[in-house]
């Protein structure tokens, strides 16, 4: 029997000023790595802030951990963690920062806490608003994985990071999916770490979905991911 | 902060210890009482105990600031302070306290050993006082109070590296004039303008000084994983205790100082019924000002790229990856807001001069929904309600300068009417951004 899935999506419909996101049908099971690309303006933000209750649904259902997640946001965001590089953090030092932040996770897992700031060279004495803007894209992700989240919703995790840091990233991402019970779900423009990475592939373009499926099936082995989107479309 | 309060009582401990320095705060304990029972009676200007202050200072920062503790093989931290701020690094072992911490602990020491002596070598002076009089043991621990408002400042300056002699000279010389003019202005304000000026001048100081340096110690080994969590709760109690009893227990000295400010500040009016006690009020007001927002971060305390723009609703954004309802968010922010608008409404209340000042309390209130309003739209990102809000608060403000500065012969209209303006205003501003108190619609971030 299949696990129950951990986002479950129906006829989505998302409207965000003029530009109208559409998902007919759309599910990540537990134990995945999904990828979500298309240029800019698809709509993969608008997907992942609606998954992550950030933003509310026009029509269609959406379902996380089988909560709504804009209703509900307590239940599904205690097991979801979200990194957006543009997303505020709080302007104090590290430390504080994620002692705040901990108190609201039951899960929060304080050693693997500081496996990711020395993973991610990140000083827990430096203040926030001193880092660059790829060290706060570390801490951010920092933030989002501390508490072993079910689901771990990435918006563009690696923009900034060098390629250490995006090393960094990919272990760290593949390390989360070890567990079964766990997915990640990212958006990214570097398509060569998506494809190395992602078992599911979610196209967006013009707010539509393009394509959806397993990675290998839909690049296929001879060519690359940046070719395929070429091939449709949606680059 | 807990290595700090170490760090305190390890500096005092060691005076206290050390015969050396026995000797030396002893010498300068005796030379501030000669000099204090020989112009007690007949000079009480605020130059004289401001000069006491400096001979102490100058006779303590010898021997309990950071000269005291030499390294070894490396000299005296004394010799070398105005090379260069790197000898910090060696000179300071590498604790785990910021120097900030450091300079404020080491200050804070010297005013105590001063204060300490103060006590021991003058009980003649409390001794003269009429048997009985609360007020005059009142007004000697008031004395030693005010002292070490004085002190704290100027031990800063003086225990602060500075990158040059020049500079430090500099600094520890232009905190002289300054102290002056307090010294000078404060018995026309009030008893308790003291501490709010020392902090000031303190915070001022550490924010000029070059005490924020780092120490070049590796990464690896200076945290440990209890010290980045805390105890996890359902999220709603953890966002009432962030929103409220965090900040004051993050603040429990604040909130000390401001209520034992305020017990005294009512006890010396019972007593001599003079007008520390108006600006005692006044000055909890607005500590309950710098305690409540300051503590829970709320304006202007996030990091975005970019910058935070006022009405970016970074506030709001900050908390939305987090398991927290943005309306219950939004709820402690107009709750905070209120608090605020009405704290200040207890500032206003303590214009001692103005004559229709009674009336500033209750229109206050009103005014203090506009500033909720003001401040939730903020949070939110809603530039329109939020520029209202602001307007109304303006308004109200200064309708309530109106009957402020009105006589008792005025007629009646002329107090109600603005009266009126303050309250219509004050709810104008505060009404609309209720809206997002239950909102259900896209965030914007």
Known sequence: ?235 | MTPAIYHFAGRVREAVRSPRLLLAGLACGVFAATLDARVATHVRHPLVVMMFGLSYLGGLASVIGPGASSSPGQGRFWSTRFVGVDKLDWAHPPLPLGSRSRVLAEALAAVVIILAWRAILEPAYVLALPPGSWAGILGFARDRWVEACMILPCAVAWLSPARSRALHVVRSVAIAPLVIAWSLLAPRVGIWSWPVVALVLTVGLLELSQVRLRFTVPFRGRTRAGALVRRARTPESQLWRDFWSGPLTANVLVALFMLVALVSNAILYSLSRDRSFVSGMATGAWVALLLVPLGVQLLGRQARRGGTPLFGGSFVAAWSALPVRRDTLLRGVYAHGLLWGGCLSVFSLTFPDLDGRWLIGPVGLAASLSVAGALVSVAIGDRWRGLLSMGATVVSLGALAMPAMLTHAAPVWTTVAPIAVAALAGAAGGLPPLVHLGLRRAERR
Request: glycine share 10%; aromatic share 6%.
């Open chain 1, 1 to 235: 029997m299949a696990a129950d899935p951990l986002v479950q999506i129906a006829g989505l419909v998302v409207h965000r000023g003029r530009f109208t996101l559409s998902v007919p049908e759309w599910r990540v099971a537990p134990g995945q790595v999904v990828g979500v690309v298309g240029p800019n303006g698809a709509g993969k933000s608008t997907l992942l802030e609606s998954i992550a209750g950030l933003r509310a649904t026009d029509g269609g259902a959406l379902r996380v951990f089988g909560c709504d997640p804009w209703g509900d946001p307590v239940a599904v965001r205690t097991a979801l963690g979200f990194m957006s590089d543009d997303l505020p953090v709080f302007a104090m030092r590290i430390d504080r920062l994620l002692r705040t932040l901990s108190g609201y996770y039951a899960t929060w897992d304080a050693a693997l806490v500081e496996s990711l700031l020395e993973r991610f060279e990140l000083d827990p004495r430096d203040r926030v608003w001193e880092l660059s803007r790829g060290q706060g894209t570390r801490l951010r992700l920092v933030t989002a994985m501390a508490f072993r989240p079910r689901l771990l919703v990435l918006d563009e995790p690696a923009a900034g990071l060098d390629l250490a840091g995006r090393r960094t990233l990919i272990e760290s991402v593949l390390d989360i999916v070890r567990d079964p019970q766990r997915s990640v779900i990212l958006s990214s423009h570097v398509l060569a770490d998506v494809e190395r990475i992602a078992d599911e592939l979610l196209v967006v373009h013009n707010g539509l979905v393009v394509r959806a499926g397993r990675t290998d099936t839909l690049i296929g082995d001879r060519r690359t991911l940046e070719e395929a989107l070429d091939a449709w479309g949606a680059v």
